[in-house]
């Protein structure tokens, strides 16, 4: 069965570096996600991307946030300065269409130090 | 706003018993709702859906009943096994410029015990 995968399971970095995490989603999907979910908490929206562009992002997705897919397979999302904050676990989510079932990946955990 | 929750952030029932999970909404526009499953170092995993016109929908061991009145949603899960314990969220989902964002409720942790 296809699914969503991401690298790396485990990302730590320093504060105010780059990191960029990556996604493969399903091959015939059309729309992506990311949301992330910090420890103990509710899973949250980031931004959602078709036809590459971005069509909805949230109020956390500010401009230290970007996303790309750079080939036909391939969705990342980077953060240019890495606060504490935004240690957490990202996940990765593909669906064929706007209306159908989203596919979620394992998450790649990011822990900012 | 957009605003989804859970009652109860923790439940325990006996292996073979039904649970029910709860969760309240207060976007009255929302017309889909959704509810996943996340194990221990998972990402969420769809369980079943239901649209704002229908008030029931069963699938495999699993209801979910939508009340929209008092906007409520609950999922039942019947004949509970160990596979089953998991935190369980709803959401709701909207779809902007054609695109869909789910908001996430709280989540409910649903151990069974032996």
């Known amino acids: 069965e296809p699914e969503v995968t991401q690298t790396p399971s485990h990302q730590v970095t320093q504060m105010g570096q780059e990191v960029i995490l990556r996604c493969v989603p399903i091959?015939?999907?059309?729309?992506f996600y990311w949301y992330r979910q910090i420890l103990g908490q509710k899973v949250e929206f980031l931004v959602s991307?078709?036809?590459?562009?971005?069509?909805?992002k949230s109020e956390i997705f500010d401009d230290q946030f970007s996303v790309e897919r750079p080939d036909g397979s391939n969705f990342t999302l980077k953060i240019r300065s890495t606060k504490l904050e935004d240690s957490a676990m990202y996940f990765c989510?593909?669906?064929?269409?706007?209306?159908?079932?989203?596919?979620f990946g394992p998450g790649t955990r990011l822990t900012v130090l | 706003g957009e605003s989804v929750g859970l009652h109860l952030p923790t439940l325990s029932v006996q292996e073979g018993d039904n649970s029910i999970i709860n969760c309240a909404y207060s976007?009255?526009?929302?017309?889909?709702f959704i509810w996943y499953k996340q194990e221990s170092g998972k990402g969420p995993q769809f369980i079943i859906d239901?649209?704002?016109?229908?008030d029931k929908r069963q699938g495999q061991r699993v209801t979910v009943l939508l009340n929209k009145t008092v906007k409520h949603l609950s999922l039942q899960i019947a004949a509970t096994q160990p596979g089953d314990s998991a935190v369980y969220f709803c959401?709701?989902?909207?779809?902007?410029?054609?695109?869909?964002?789910?908001?996430f409720g709280q989540g409910t942790r649903l151990t069974i015990n032996p």
């Open positions: 239901i649209r704002s016109n229908m």
């Open positions: 991307f078709y036809n590459n562009e971005i069509s909805e």
């Open positions: 091959s015939n999907h059309l729309y």
């Open positions: 989510a593909s669906s064929p269409h706007s209306y159908n079932e989203q596919f």
């Open positions: 959401a709701e989902r909207t779809l902007i410029q054609g695109a869909q964002k789910l908001v």
């Open positions: 976007n009255s526009a929302s017309d889909y």
